[in-house]
């Protein structure tokens, strides 16, 4: 080794340990300090004594308020004008809001500064990091600047440093609390030290620790980039940051001291440590656990450790708890959803229960349902119990829980409600304030819907009339998909639909809930197969292939239940406009299925209803297994389709000439919408030459008016305006002979209407009831006290005052109950015709023998009492008490006494028959529903039955039977309407007889059904079908009521000759086992949608949807009135 090299070799390890400057780099940073501080005097003082002496003294006399100021002296600039003083401050404002905006978390570019000196700090802290880790390597050393590279990048980190230094100086209001800063003191120490270890040709490592200091600093930076957003977390953050800082500046003194030695025994006694052997010393020691194996050595550093003992001990005993106390109260439920790119998302808040959950889920992923790919996010301000809890966790893959309020906009965007496909808000069904309970509802779509107007929103409601304050939420549009499920006006419209024909009611709630069949007649009884069978039947919608085009909807549904096994009952219609489609319920064959239309079917699973997807006529013609129609590859099919459309087309108009031409291109709208008598018209609007020249019978002394004179705005005097009958409708003259009133029905012709009646007009004592001849009448006994809340019984006669029924038709509906409480429903129902009331209990057998309820055609049972808080179990125990006292009651064995005006018109009390009726002997024998609130008490409606306290509601023989309600059957609803937009339309087009948004704009008034004028168009509104039940031991079905007669021929019969569409059956439960002949037991149960070849008894009952007959207006009433007496009465016998 040349001897030069030998030298300067000697001369680094004499500077290390013979010459120290460490004392250098220190006076570098106090003199940087103590010259800003020197400098921030300095100048203030002289800003203090220039001011002051400009400063005009102003003199005012005690005893002269008015005196004059003393005058400046000459020379002086008036204080009015300090024009240089005036350019100093403004040039160093803006000078100081251009620093301020640079460094302030408020800006972009403040935020990138606040960010990089962070990010910085770390760098310049890891590079300490790497130069201390070494425990041989002396803290000072003579090690020439150009050979360093880590003191090379750390001096680039401490210009940047000084700029920001000058910059935050600039920005400081109190510049000399600013050089007192904590992050001021980081800069003296260590930016000064690296330029003088350039001038003194050495490195040392010194106080480049203290730039740990700045991890105090990151919960501010997450504030800015809004990582951190809840007190929680940024206190946990601060405890956390400000932990570190301390443990590790404290490892750099004691890596400092050690390695260094004490000054005053010539760094004789120096310990080499590494710094990761400092940070293990400091955390033992800190724990309190002192394993001994590393200590100081020297003077200064066990002084230090002395005193950091105290702050550290403290530090650790108080900090460390707190960090862990916190991250363990944090919310279990916190955070936010994480939503997966390409899959949907619900969120459902409202009410969250253990019930309500674990219903929602049952239906909404059951696997009849297909291709179900979306995550649901229940948000909830309480947290869930541990049965909630449980569910869960059993369906935590697409289930997730959030503790939070949709009223809060936070929460809202945690669970990334503008990114979620709905939003479902589920309501207290037994809730003891309804109107409270759809309040908060409400609230909470306004909340919802203000936060993003676009989301969909399905809401359940407890009371109808609170629907109308939906309407007055701007963003709500039904059109987008907003639902409101009415649980009032769903539950009394299905108890409705039940006196028309029992048991429709258990049809229906099975039909929209979903539920799997499995056949096991080895447990089970035959009549408990066929309804378990029924009972697994959904609604289901499907695009129907091009094999249905240009077939009327008859000849599609025979085509479908006869080849493909599907029942279909209605179709989607498009309008003129294309957005205002509308939903055709078995509509009579003038409307044609075109391309690509929606059809609504009862099956098993949505695998079976593909079936009518992949039909194709060329294809699967000939099949005979309608599980093995797949799809299908035919190439010259969609030719061959339309061919014969075409030749269809041409065959169609030369029999029927009359027929608009364009009726056959485009469907025909629904008939509530006028398009059927539109399409019996001609286009331009002229009589049909088939027609009749002769003027139409009309009201009195009335003419024929013109087919243009339909508006409103042009109608005469209402005692002048005679009834204007549709042109070119032979079938409607005996409608008009009928309806002699010019106001017989609502202004929308859907409901029968009469003019404003008094309570008093319509209440009977028990004298007049039982002088008043009642016979197939509807009896609603009625729980409630006067201050009840309402349940709407406007929902439970809307149903049974449809158009579609002929006046004559209309059952008579007697209210027995309290009298305060019906008067305030009366306010609804006054414009409701047929109507008794008789205040009394429904518990008293001399009111129920007053008002013949073993006359009546159903007696439903309701209550309006609010559940009570000890024992909610027994809030059925009123109406459970009522139907087995009513069960319980003996009749006597007589004819009633009953007339027939006539003039064929009905009477206010009573109906007019033409046969008499015999009473119900026995009271069981009376038909009878009980609405419960909770499911559990069905088992005391029925005494002889053997199901068991936990069995599922459906599940149970008063539900199968039809003579049992509860709301809990809605809940299927829910998700029904969220997969299906149209399935809440067909619900209440079946069950509420015909309510129409129209409708629901005038009863949101407040003032109830308003009268309107028979019209073409209201009276072209009755022309729809009805629910109907009909024997088969007589009638015009009788010939299908003998031994060996299938269903399926049953079906094409009826919808081909009578226009009707069998959707089920009604039957004696002990049926096969007598062979239909006269039953023992009186019970019936529901068969939903049978099988082709399923067998027939004539004590079969049959549903079907029903066209309206406008010709029956002048007939008496049909002889079904007396189907339930008749074969019940053959039981009897």
Not at 726 to 750: I, W, Y
């Amino acid at each position: 080794m040349p001897s030069y090299q030998q030298e300067l070799r000697t001369d680094e390890n004499n500077c290390a340990s013979d010459e120290r400057y460490w004392w250098a780099f220190l006076v570098s940073s106090v003199i940087t300090f103590l010259i800003c501080i020197i400098s921030v005097c300095i100048y203030r003082l002289l800003g203090y004594i220039f001011c002051h002496a400009w400063k005009p003294v102003v003199v005012i006399e005690a005893s002269k308020p008015s005196s004059p100021v003393v005058p400046l002296p000459p020379g002086k600039p008036t204080p009015l004008s300090p024009v240089p003083e005036a350019e100093e401050v403004t040039w160093m404002t803006e000078a100081k809001d251009w620093a301020g905006e640079l460094i302030s978390g408020q800006t972009v570019t403040g935020r990138i500064l606040v960010v990089l000196v962070f990010v910085l700090s770390i760098a310049s802290l890891v590079i300490y990091f790497i130069d201390a880790s070494q425990a041989q390597k002396p803290v000072e050393s003579c090690e020439s600047w150009t050979d360093n590279t880590n003191a090379q990048v750390d001096l680039a980190f401490n210009i940047f440093f000084l700029i920001h230094f000058c910059i935050r100086f600039i920005a400081a209001n109190d510049k000399i609390w600013f050089l007192l800063e904590v992050y001021s003191f980081i800069d003296y120490f260590t930016i000064p030290p690296s330029l003088v270890a350039i001038y003194l040709n050495r490195n040392w490592l010194g106080l480049r620790f203290l730039r740990a200091l700045r991890l105090m600093t990151v919960p501010d930076i997450l504030q800015y980039l809004n990582v951190l957003k809840t007190s929680a977390s940024i206190q946990i953050t601060q405890l956390a940051s400000t932990f570190m800082s301390v443990w590790l500046t404290g490892a750099g003194i004691i890596h400092l001291l050690e390695n260094t030695g004490d000054p005053f025994f010539a760094f004789s006694n120096r310990q080499p440590l590494g710094y990761w052997d400092c940070i293990y010393f400091l955390l033992v020691t800190m724990s309190t656990v002192g394993y001994g194996d590393i200590f100081c050595q020297t003077v200064l550093g066990k002084i230090f450790i002395t005193f950091f003992i105290m702050l550290g001990l403290a530090m650790f005993a108080s900090y460390l708890p707190e960090i862990f106390e916190l991250i363990g109260t944090r919310p279990k439920y916190g955070g936010e959803y994480k939503s997966e790119k390409g899959k949907k998302h619900i969120v459902v808040c409202g009410h969250i229960t253990y019930e309500s959950v674990n219903s929602f889920l049952t239906d909404f992923l059951h696997e009849d349902r297909e291709d179900v790919d979306c995550e649901i996010v229940f948000i909830n301000r309480k947290l869930p119990d541990l049965d909630l809890e449980g569910v869960f966790k059993r369906n935590f893959t697409i289930v997730e829980f959030f503790q939070g309020s949709v009223m809060d906009p936070k929460d809202l965007e945690r669970v990334q409600i503008k990114q979620a496909d709905a939003c479902l808000v589920l309501a207290n069904k037994y809730s003891h304030d309804p109107d409270a309970e759809d309040a908060a509802s409400i609230m909470r779509v306004i909340s919802i819907k203000n936060f993003c107007e676009e989301i969909r929103v399905i809401i359940q409601l407890m009371q109808y009339h609170n629907k109308a304050y939906l309407l007055n939420i701007p963003s709500w549009d039904w059109k987008r998909g907003d639902d409101v499920i009415c649980l009032a006006e769903l539950k009394l419209g299905f108890i409705a639909q039940s006196c028309l024909a029992p048991g429709f009611s258990t049809m229906m709630a099975n039909l929209f809930a979903m539920r799997s069949f499995k056949s096991s007649s080895t447990t089970l009884n035959m009549w408990q197969n066929d309804y378990l069978r029924g009972s697994g039947m959904e609604m289901y919608t499907e695009t129907l292939s091009k094999a249905f085009n240009g077939l009327t909807f008859p000849q599609a549904a025979e085509l479908c239940f006869t080849k493909l096994e599907l029942l279909l009952i209605a179709i989607e219609v498009k309008g003129d406009d294309l957005h205002d489609n509308q939903i055709a319920i078995n509509p009579k064959p003038v409307i044609k299925l075109a391309s690509n239309t929606q059809g609504f079917f009862m099956a098993q699973s949505a695998e079976e209803v593909k079936r009518v997807f992949f039909y194709c006529k060329h294809c699967h013609e000939d099949v005979t297994d309608p599980s093995t129609i797949k799809k299908c590859k035919c190439k010259n099919y969609d030719e061959k389709l339309e061919a014969d459309a075409i030749k269809d087309s041409v065959l169609v108009r030369k029999e029927n000439p009359n027929v608009d031409a364009s009726s056959q291109v485009k469907p025909v709208g629904a008939p509530m919408l006028m398009n059927t008598l539109k399409a019996l018209q001609n286009k331009d609007g002229k009589n049909s030459p088939t027609q009749s020249k002769k003027p139409g019978r009309l009201g009195s002394g009335g003419a024929r008016p013109s087919s243009r004179s339909n508006s409103h705005a042009a109608l005469p005097p209402v005692d002048k305006l005679p009834l204007v009958v549709p042109l070119g409708v032979d079938a409607m003259n005996s409608v008009v002979e009928v309806e002699q009133q010019q106001k017989r029905f609502d202004s929308t012709g859907m409901f029968h209407w009469c003019p404003d009646r008094s309570i008093e007009e319509c209440i009977l004592d028990r004298n007049q009831a039982a002088m008043t001849v009642l016979n197939g009448h509807v009896v609603v006994c009625l729980f409630a006290e006067p201050e009840s809340p309402l349940i709407g019984l406007r929902n439970l006669v809307m149903p049974l005052r449809a158009s579609n029924f002929h006046y004559h038709e209309l059952k008579h509906v007697v209210i027995l109950g309290n009298l305060d409480y019906i008067k305030r429903e009366w306010r609804n129902l006054h414009n409701l015709p047929k109507i008794s009331i008789l205040e009394g209990s429904p518990l008293s057998r001399a009111d129920l023998r007053a008002v013949n309820v073993n006359l009546c055609d159903m007696c439903t049972i309701l209550s309006a009492k609010v559940a009570g808080i000890e024992d909610p179990t027994l809030a059925d125990k009123e109406a459970i008490l009522a139907s087995l006292n009513i069960k319980a009651m003996h009749f006597d064995d007589t004819l009633g006494l009953l007339q027939s005006q006539s003039d064929g018109r009905d009477s206010q009390l009573g109906s007019p028959l033409v046969m008499q009726r015999k009473g119900s002997v026995y009271g069981a024998n009376v038909p009878m529903i009980t609405e419960l609130i909770n499911d559990s008490n069905v088992q005391f409606l029925d005494q002889d039955d053997d199901d068991d306290p936990d069995t599922e509601l459906y599940l149970t023989q008063p539900f199968a039977c039809g003579t049992a309600f509860a709301v809990s059957v809605l809940d299927s609803i829910m998700s029904t309407t969220y997969f299906n937009d149209n399935a809440l339309t067909l619900i209440r087009t079946l069950i509420t007889g015909g309510a129409t948004p129209e409708l629901e704009l005038i009863l949101a008034e407040g003032a109830g059904l308003r009268g309107g004028y028979s019209t073409p168009e209201t009276l072209a509104n009755r022309d729809r079908p009805r629910v109907a039940q009909i024997g088969l031991f007589e009638g015009p079905l009788a010939q299908f009521g003998k031994t060996g007669s299938k269903y399926g021929d049953l079906f094409v019969y009826s919808l081909k000759n009578l226009g009707m569409l069998c959707i089920g059956l009604y039957r004696f439960r002990d049926a096969h086992e007598n062979q239909g002949q006269a039953s023992v037991c009186t019970k019936r149960f529901v068969i939903t949608n049978p099988a082709n070849d399923f067998s027939l008894y004539p004590t079969d009952l049959l549903f079907v949807l029903q066209q309206f007959d406008p010709k029956a207006g002048n007939e008496n009433r049909n002889r079904q009135k007396t189907r339930w007496s008749a074969v019940s009465r053959e039981a009897e016998a």
